[in-house]
């Protein structure tokens, strides 16, 4: 009985001490590298600053192994998650899809939205489209290649608020709450009520009616910190008290990096834990994810400057205007707003064989006011994400492994043919 206790209390310390290595890892990382923001290192709480890097390593047979490092990761320490809430919205979305292939309908099928509730918009014209024909395929590239809200909306709408969270939920991504819109301001009860589908087929004929749909449920997630700053501006207005972050989305950094590690890498799940998506689903997701603005099919971003490469590529890359080497692929979601930057991350160079997860947030809101734009991202929040890339990028640089990785897989032809 005592050797029995006595194996279980070394058992546990081993444990201790390994997740404190962990812990510490990232720590002693970041304080070798000189070019990072040291106000920021030597005040991480100020700057709400979280990180989780994931090494990866294969074995003969190509299969990916993890081993994820932590620092100062903590689920409940609420941040505004912006447009990372997008990536579940992309996925989701093709998952129901797939579910009404029996029916006809595709992620390419035309498609009209009503106004179904006070408030609602409805859309039957798409202007950034090539031929102005609504479709979630074109919904979920303008998603991935330029954050578009607007978008998004749609792709709410369509899921459902519900069916959102529900289906995250049952597959044990449980820290992440998705109840709104983004940009409209619908109150709590507006989010719960979404809009009618139509989809056509090539004749203009109806196939699928999707009736309006209302979550009976109040969805809500427990967090700390979601009274924050000392002020926000409301219709012009200085309201001088915490702004209230509760009816607001949620989606914790450790979850963020678990989603994307379960999108990229689907074989390392047991199939419950998984999407219902198929290959073409993955490739799809995968392409756009990793597409630069210039090398779409979609003109408006094509030839716009506003969408430089280092546009949503926030690691590595920041607000650099300069063009990312044709070997580094970055499939990332990132977001932005409040003073809150989250990137989250799958980096990858063909040349040097690297490949790895990196997510943080950071928020860079001095004068603690909400909706004044006044934020420090030029001054603090890109440059450091940037750097904070080069660090872990420079480590796996140098990082011998035993086994190269084959990473055809996520090599994908971007030239459209005319």
Excluded at 107 to 120: E, F, H, M, R, W
């Amino acid at each position: 009985m005592k050797l029995r206790l006595i194996f279980i209390i070394c058992f546990e310390l081993l444990g201790i001490s390994a997740k404190a290595q962990q812990n510490t890892f990232i720590d002693s990382l970041l304080q070798q590298d000189t070019l990072l923001n040291q106000d920021v290192l030597a005040h991480p709480e100020t700057y709400k600053l979280q990180i989780i890097y994931t090494q990866i390593n294969r074995d003969s047979l190509n299969i990916p192994h993890f081993k994820t490092y932590n620092y100062r990761n903590n689920p409940k320490d609420y941040f505004y998650p912006a447009s990372t809430v997008k990536l579940p919205a992309v996925v989701l979305a093709l998952q129901k899809l797939n579910r009404l292939h029996k029916k006809g309908v595709t992620k390419n099928t035309a498609l009209s939205i009503d106004s179904s509730y006070v408030g609602q918009e409805n859309f039957l014209v798409d202007t950034t489209a090539f031929n102005q024909i609504p479709t979630i395929a074109h919904f979920i590239k303008q998603i991935l290649l330029v954050s578009d809200n607007e978008a998004f909306n749609r792709l709410f709408e369509f899921i459902g608020q519900k069916n959102i969270n529900k289906e995250l939920w049952r597959r044990g991504l449980t820290d992440v709450a998705i109840l709104r819109r983004l940009s409209f301001n619908y109150n709590t009860l507006a989010n719960r009520h979404t809009n009618a589908f139509n989809f056509y087929d090539g004749n203009e004929r109806l196939m699928v009616h999707q009736k309006a749909e209302f979550n009976k449920s109040q969805f809500q997630f427990k967090a700390d910190s979601i009274f924050q700053g000392s002020g926000y501006y409301k219709d012009g207005v200085l309201i001088k008290q915490k702004m209230d972050f509760s009816h607001s989305n949620y989606f914790a950094l450790s979850t963020q990096h678990e989603f994307l590690k379960r999108l990229l890498f689907p074989e390392s799940y047991p199939k419950k834990q998984r999407f219902d998506l198929n290959q073409d689903d993955y490739n799809f997701i995968y392409k756009y994810m990793s597409m630069l603005p210039r090398e779409s099919d979609l003109a408006l971003y094509k030839n716009d400057t506003t969408y430089f490469d280092g546009y949503g590529k926030f690691f590595l890359f920041g607000v650099n205007k300069q063009q990312i080497p044709k070997q580094i692929r970055i499939f990332n979601k990132v977001g932005e707003a409040y003073g809150y930057l989250i990137d989250n991350a799958y980096i990858v160079d063909f040349d040097m064989n690297i490949e790895f997860l990196l997510s943080a947030v950071i928020y860079v809101n001095s004068d603690q006011i909400f909706n004044d734009n006044a934020y420090d991202y030029e001054a603090i929040g890109f440059p450091f994400l940037a750097q904070l890339g080069k660090v872990f990028y420079d480590f796996e640089r140098k990082r011998p492994k035993k086994i190269t990785p084959n990473l055809m897989r996520f090599k994908f032809d971007y030239n459209f043919k005319k």
